[in-house]
């Protein structure tokens, strides 16, 4: 026998420059998983212990490396499954293509044993979504996903039922070169002396920096010193620099620092570069100041906020082209104000993360890890209070990468994130930083990694709650309610799985916890007993929030 359909994807998937699968088999995927195993000395099936783990994992390869990444899930409930991580993938826009099964061909449309219309469920996630209902189409669908998917940015879905997977197949759509999809280059030469001459003017510039930034760190700290602009980056660009380099003034809102609030407000120039920041009641309401926004897309320029001049490009060859047409000035009374701000800021936060009170500060956590690890970590983060303390408290060093879910803020995205960063990223140190809520959620897949013997570390902030639902609910004026967790002791799981498990109630214990976690050649947990009393108050918060936290702190008293 020829040829199959199975066996076009998968040629087709290795010529895109796919090496890995993430997925669990099942009867309508079987003949691809055959397929699989007939190329397996050029792409790798990862099994995982749930679909959704897959779909996490195919988005961080997609973050990390800018490549097509590839989950799938059989019939029915395994594609399903898929679902939130491939919302995670769409709405941090990086490739990712799902490949699902379906019941055979003569049973489509007869309410068959697992039969979903998939095409129907995907459609919202997927910018390119289709079924293969005839052998003669399938290079040709395949293809387009695979091209959709890079072009876009974007997720991609095929569903493939059974018999058709196992047919023969002629087409000519074999394995081909890896696709390249070439940025917007430079912005308008119009738009970039409109820039210059705003920003010129400017007394008190500053740069509002997001994740379209990343990869032009370089330019944007060369245009941050010929302005003398203090940065501000948003949560997904926490890396492009330093945290604690001299023009970085952190990250914005309830993640971020009230230097970063102030300057934003004093600020009469604004260099909004690579973000649409949605959180418009921490951005300047009614002000003077002058907004240039440079975006790749030109459906974000001012999208959230005016946009006095707007400079549609790549980030790097659009400061690249934007560098010559600024002045140079020396550093101004604006820079130096917050840099005696962050120095003073920094001094405050030093204060918290070095108490030793018992239970452990979650502040204190995030300083240490950010202590012990190496500069070239890759650090995935939850979604939680987890999310704040290590925005906050976590000191990013030039060289490491951090991933978040930024747009979706799903729970339980640290793990997976983690190992999908060590299958890429072998030869760098891998941490996962989770509440104890998200990571109960997907902690199935640490045996994954034991399996692989991936070294990962996970650090578990465990404090028996949802504390930022906590938050919200005493912000709104209700007591807590239905928040409260029974955890199982994460780091006998993790012996249980295989792997080292480690333990810290007091700040005494943690320091060594977190260097036997890094000297370790094993995948390690360590579960961290943190203070669930502490808040990650935001740095603006009205009468009337701040009435409601204090009248639900009663009421949790006399409830």
């Not at 989950?71 to 699902?100: D, F, Q």
């Not at 695979?146 to 394995?175: L, Y």
């Not at 709104?476 to 012996?495: C, M, S, T, W």
Request: with cysteine; hydrophobic share 40%.
């Amino acid at each position: 026998m020829g040829k199959s359909v199975a066996d076009s994807l998968i040629e087709q998937l290795i010529g895109a420059g796919v090496t890995r699968i993430y997925g669990i088999p099942g009867d309508a995927v079987n003949s691809i998983m055959d397929s699989i195993r007939k190329h397996e000395d050029k792409i790798q099936f990862v099994l995982v212990r749930h679909e959704e783990n897959a779909a996490f994992m195919a988005a961080a390869e997609a973050k990390l490396t800018g490549r097509l990444a590839v989950c799938a899930g059989t019939a029915g409930p395994g594609a399903i499954h898929l679902l939130n991580g491939l919302y995670e993938a769409k709405m941090e826009g990086v490739p990712v293509l799902a490949v699902s099964g379906q019941v055979e061909s003569d049973l489509y449309g007869s309410d068959y044993f697992q039969e979903v219309n998939l095409v129907k469920l995907f459609d919202d996630v997927a910018s390119f979504n289709q079924i293969i209902l005839a052998p003669e189409h399938a290079g040709a669908l395949v293809s387009r996903a695979i091209r959709s998917s890079m072009a876009e940015r974007s997720v991609s879905h095929i569903n493939i039922p059974q018999d058709i997977a196992r047919m023969p197949t002629e087409d000519n759509f074999g394995a081909e070169p890896p696709y390249q999809v070439s940025p917007l280059g430079l912005a308008a030469n119009s738009d970039l002396g409109r820039a210059a001459a705003i920003l010129n003017e400017a007394e008190r510039p500053l740069i509002f920096a997001g994740k379209g930034a990343r990869g032009a760190s370089s330019e944007v700290l060369q245009v941050a010193k010929r302005l003398a602009a203090p940065i501000i980056k948003t949560l997904p660009a926490k890396d492009i620099i330093p945290d604690e380099h001299p023009y970085s003034l952190g990250g914005l809102g309830l993640l971020g620092t009230r230097p970063a609030l102030d300057a934003m407000h004093e600020a009469d120039a604004i260099f909004m570069i690579g973000t649409s920041y949605p959180y418009v009641q921490f951005l300047p309401e009614g002000s003077t100041s002058k907004i240039v926004q440079l975006d790749i897309e030109p459906t974000k320029i001012g999208k959230r906020i005016r946009a006095d001049c707007g400079l549609v490009g790549d980030s790097g060859l659009t400061l690249r082209g934007l560098l010559p047409l600024l002045r140079q000035r020396d550093e101004t009374d604006f820079l130096k104000k917050y840099q005696g701000k962050m120095k003073d800021w920094w001094s405050q936060m030093n204060e918290t993360e070095s108490s030793d009170a018992v239970p452990i500060r979650p502040e204190r956590v995030a300083k240490e890890l950010s202590d012990i690890s190496p500069k070239d970590s890759i650090v995935s983060v939850d979604v939680g209070n987890v999310t704040v303390w290590m925005a906050r408290d976590f000191r990013v060093q030039e060289g490491q990468t951090m991933l978040w879910s930024g747009w979706l803020a799903t729970m339980g995205v640290a793990l997976p994130s983690a190992i999908a960063a060590k299958f890429v990223h072998p030869e760098r140190p891998v941490i996962a930083a989770a509440g104890d809520g998200g990571f109960c959620m997907t902690m199935s897949d640490f045996v994954t990694a034991v399996r692989h013997k991936l070294p990962l570390k996970a650090v578990v902030f465990d404090n028996r709650e949802l504390g930022m639902i906590r938050l919200e609910q005493e912000i709104q004026g209700h007591p807590k309610y239905g928040i409260d967790l029974v955890n199982p002791d994460f780091a006998r799981y993790a012996e249980a799985c295989g792997g080292l498990g480690l333990r810290a109630e007091k700040p005494s214990e943690l320091k060594l916890a977190l260097e036997q976690m890094m000297e370790t050649d094993r995948p390690c947990v360590v579960d961290v007993m943190v203070d669930q009393n502490a808040r990650p108050m935001h740095e603006k918060v009205s009468v009337k929030q701040a009435a409601n936290y204090v009248s639900s702190l009663f009421r949790e008293k006399i409830a």
